[in-house]
C-alpha cells in the first residue's frame, strides 16, 4: 500500500510552544497594566491579583485539555467531538480575539515607539499601524519560519527587561497605594460595579488558547512538552504581572494623571515604570524591545487567524477558496482575509481604549466552550477533580461573559457581527454541496450571500450603542442560520471513498531503490525509471506538501485526492512503471520540511540514490525559508548519492 497521509511531523518542543504562548499571554501586560489603572485606578492591583487566579485555574483546566486532545486541543478541534456548530461557532470567536489582538497588539506598538502627530488630516500612528498589518502579511506570504526564532529572541530580551523594571521596583512598593474595588461593602449595586471593572481586565487571558491549537504537532509526549510550555509561562506571567501591578499603584498619581485628569501611560505603561523607576536611557531602549515584541505578536495572531479559517475550509464548514495554498504552502485568500479585517476595524475602533472593549468576549467565549467541551465529554474519562475543575472555571467564565455583553454594546455588535457573518458563508458553503434542487442551492447561496453583506454592512452603520433589542434579534438569527445549517448539512452526501492509490510490485524483486522528488511533472521521471529497469532497481517517487503554519497541520490529512499537482506527478510515474514492469512506490506528506521529509523517507528506506528536480524559490523566499536543495546535500548521509538535474 502506498504510504498516502499527512504523517505530519510532530516538531514542536517546549522550547518552541513556550514563546509562542508567552507572545501572545507576556504581550498582554504591555496594555493590560495601563487599561486596568484606566478602569479602576488604585483597585487595579486587587483586579490583576482576581485576574492572576482565574489565569492559573484556566492554565490548569489546559494542561488536562492538552493531555486529553493530544491531536489538537483548541476549542474548534475539541468541540468537534461534541457539536460541529459548537466547534464553529468557538473557531469564529477565535477569529473575533485574533482580529482584535492584531489590530490592538499593532497600534500600541507604536504608541510605544512614541510615534505621533497627524499627516493629512489622519495620525500617523494609525498610518503606520495599517502598513504594518500589510507589511506582516507580506512576508507571510512565503510561510516565514525564520520569524519564530525572530520572536524568541525578543520574547527572551523582554523578559530580562521586564525582570530588570521589577527588581529595580521593589524597594519603592511600600509606596503602593491599594483601594479596595468596593467601595459600599453592604451595597449590592457596589459589588456589581467591582465586578464589571473585574471584567475590564480579563483580557490578560489572552493567548492561552494558543498552546491547546498546538498540541497536535508537539512533539511527544504531549503531556511533558506542554507542561514544560505552559508552567513557565504562567510563572513567569502571573509574578511579574503582579510585581508590575504593584509597582504600578506605588508610582505617585502625578505619575499617572495630568493636571487636566487625563491618564498617562493607558497604551504605554512599561514605559513610564522603565522611565521611573530606572531611567530614560533603559525606557527607550525598552520601548523598541516592547514594540518589537508587540509587532511580534501582530504576526503570531495573523498566523493563527489564517490557520483557523484553513482548519474550518478544509472541514467543510467555510467556503473552499480559504484553504487554497499558494506555491508556498499558505492559505493566500484567507491570509488576505486575515490582512484586511484587521485593517477595517482600526478604520472604526482607532483607540486602544476602543479596541479593548471589543477584546475579551472572542477569547473569553473560546475558553467557556473549550472548557465546558472536555468537562462534559463521554469522549474520554476524566478525574473527579478534572471533571470539577473543568466544568467550575468554565461556569465563571461563563459569567465573565454574559458581563462582557451585558456591559459591552461595541463587544455585543461586533461578536455577533462576526458569529452571524460566519453562520452565513457556513451554510453558502453548505449548499453548494448539499443534495438539493439545483435552482434551491442556487437561491439559498443568494440569500447567504445577501445575509453576509447585510450584516457587515449593518454593523458597519449602526451606532455603537446597539440596544438589548438589536442583541436579542441578532441572536434570534444565530440560532435560525444554526437550524439551517443543520437541515443542509443532512442533506449532504456522504463522502465516497476513493479506491488509495496502490504501489506497483512490477516484474523483479528490486536490488536497490532510487528515489524521485519533483516539484512538477518533469522527464526525469521517465528517464529515472528506464535506468531503473535496467539495473532491476525499484523506484519510490515522493512528493511533499508544504504547509507553511504548523497549526494548519492539526487539520487533519490532506487528501492526495484534492492534491492536483501531487496527483499530475504520480500518474506520469505509474505510467512510467507499468510500462516497463519496474516496482513503483508512492509517499505523499503534508506539513513539515520538505528537505526533512525526503531525507527521512530516504533514510527509512535505505535508498541507493535521490534524484531531484526543484524549481528555484525567489530570493526573497530563499533568504526567509532557506533553499531545500541545499539542505538536502548537507543533511543527507553519505552513503546515499543525490543527483539534481537543473
Keep these: 500500500m502506498a504510504e498516502i497521509g499527512s504523517n505530519r511531523p510532530r516538531e514542536l518542543h517546549w522550547y518552541h510552544a513556550g514563546p509562542i504562548l508567552f507572545g501572545d499571554l507576556g504581550t498582554s501586560r504591555l496594555y493590560v497594566l495601563g487599561l486596568a489603572f484606566y478602569f479602576s485606578r488604585h483597585a487595579s492591583f486587587i483586579h490583576i491579583f482576581c485576574v492572576n487566579i482565574i489565569l492559573m485555574l484556566v492554565g490548569a483546566c489546559y494542561l488536562i485539555i492538552c493531555r486529553k486532545y493530544p491531536d489538537g486541543g483548541g476549542v474548534y478541534s475539541s468541540a ?67 520569524m519564530g526564532r525572530v520572536a524568541l529572541v525578543i520574547a527572551l530580551v523582554t523578559v530580562v527587561l521586564t525582570m530588570i523594571i521589577g527588581i529595580f521596583s521593589l524597594p519603592h512598593l511600600h509606596h503602593m497605594k491599594i483601594d ?37 504537532v508537539m512533539v511527544l509526549t504531549v503531556r511533558q512538552t506542554s507542561r514544560l510550555a505552559i508552567l513557565p509561562v504562567l510563572f513567569e506571567v502571573v509574578i511579574l504581572n503582579l510585581v508590575l501591578t504593584a509597582a504600578m499603584n506605588a508610582l505617585p498619581d502625578s505619575k499617572l494623571i495630568d493636571i487636566e485628569g487625563h491618564y498617562l501611560g493607558t497604551d504605554d505603561m512599561m514605559n513610564i515604570l522603565a522611565l521611573n523607576y530606572v ?39 467555510a467556503p473552499s477558496i480559504l484553504c487554497r495554498l499558494n506555491k508556498y504552502g499558505v492559505p493566500g485568500y484567507a491570509l488576505g482575509v486575515a490582512m484586511v479585517i484587521p485593517s477595517i476595524l482600526l478604520m472604526f475602533f482607532s483607540n486602544l481604549e476602543d479596541l479593548a472593549g471589543l477584546y475579551s468576549v472572542g477569547v473569553v467565549s473560546a475558553i ?9 465529554t463521554k469522549q474520554f474519562e476524566l478525574l473527579g ?27 455585543r455588535m461586533f461578536s455577533m457581527a462576526v458569529l452571524n457573518m460566519g453562520l452565513c458563508a457556513r451554510l453558502y458553503t453548505l449548499l453548494g454541496r448539499a443534495d438539493l434542487l439545483l435552482t434551491k442551492r442556487r437561491q439559498g447561496r443568494f440569500l447567504s450571500g445577501i445575509g453576509f453583506l447585510g450584516i457587515g454592512l449593518f454593523t458597519i452603520y449602526a451606532p455603537l450603542g446597539v440596544g438589548v433589542l438589536e442583541f436579542f434579534i441578532s441572536a434570534g438569527m444565530t440560532v435560525l442560520l444554526m437550524l439551517l445549517g443543520q437541515i443542509v448539512s443532512a442533506r449532504i452526501p456522504k463522502k465516497v471513498e476513493q479506491v488509495p492509490l496502490a504501489d506497483l510490485e512490477g516484474d523483479y524483486a528490486p536490488k ?30 515522493i512528493y511533499v506538501r508544504e504547509l507553511a503554519f504548523p497549526l494548519m497541520a492539526v487539520a487533519g490529512n490532506y487528501n492526495l485526492e484534492e492534491d492536483k499537482e501531487a496527483g499530475e506527478i504520480f500518474a506520469q510515474a505509474q505510467e512510467a512503471a507499468h510500462r516497463l514492469g519496474v516496482p513503483l512506490k508512492f509517499i505523499y506528506r503534508a506539513g513539515g520540511s520538505i528537505s526533512r521529509q525526503i531525507i527521512n523517507a530516504a533514510i527509512d ?25 541545499a539542505n538536502i546535500v548537507e543533511q543527507m548521509p553519505i552513503e546515499i548519492e543525490v543527483l539534481i538535474r537543473a
Excluded at 369 to 376: H, R, S, T
Excluded at 404 to 409: A, D, H, Q, R, V
Excluded at 512 to 541: C, D, H, Q, W
Design 80 to 146: 468537534k467531538h461534541s457539536s460541529k456548530v459548537l466547534a464553529v461557532i468557538g473557531g469564529l470567536m477565535l477569529c473575533a480575539d485574533y482580529t482584535v489582538t492584531a489590530s490592538m497588539s499593532c497600534l500600541d506598538a507604536f504608541r510605544y515607539l512614541g510615534i505621533g502627530g497627524e499627516f493629512w488630516g489622519v495620525r500617523i500612528d494609525l498610518i503606520c499601524t495599517l502598513v504594518s498589518i500589510g507589511l506582516i502579511g507580506g512576508l507571510n506570504w512565503f510561510g516565514p519560519r525564520g
Design 180 to 216: 479596595f474595588p468596593v467601595r459600599e461593602r453592604y451595597s449590592l449595586a457596589a459589588w456589581g460595579e467591582a465586578w464589571v471593572a473585574f471584567t475590564e481586565v480579563v483580557l490578560a487571558l489572552s493567548g492561552i488558547e494558543a498552546i491547546a491549537n498546538m498540541t497536535g
Design 279 to 317: 531611567g530614560p536611557t533603559f525606557s527607550l531602549i525598552g520601548s523598541f524591545v516592547f514594540g518589537a515584541l508587540l509587532l511580534s505578536a501582530v504576526n503570531t495572531a495573523i498566523i493563527d487567524l489564517v490557520a483557523i479559517q484553513y482548519m474550518m475550509g478544509r472541514d467543510g464548514e
Design 368 to 376: 467557556t466552550i473549550n472548557l465546558f467541551c472536555a468537562g462534559f
Design 385 to 411: 477533580w478534572e471533571k470539577a475543575l473543568l466544568r467550575g472555571v468554565g461556569f465563571v467564565m461563563a459569567c465573565i461573559l454574559l458581563t462582557l455583553l451585558w456591559n459591552k454594546p461595541p463587544a
Design 512 to 541: 536497490a531503490t532510487y528515489m524521485i522528488y519533483v516539484s512538477k511533472p518533469s522527464s526525469l521521471i521517465r528517464s529515472v525509471v528506464e535506468e531503473a529497469r535496467a539495473r532491476n532497481f525499484g523506484v519510490a517517487i
Design 605 to 629: 528506506l535505505k535508498v541507493k540514490c535521490v534524484f531531484l528536480q526543484i524549481a528555484n524559490r525567489s530570493t526573497i523566499a530563499q533568504i526567509i525559508k532557506g533553499d531545500v536543495v
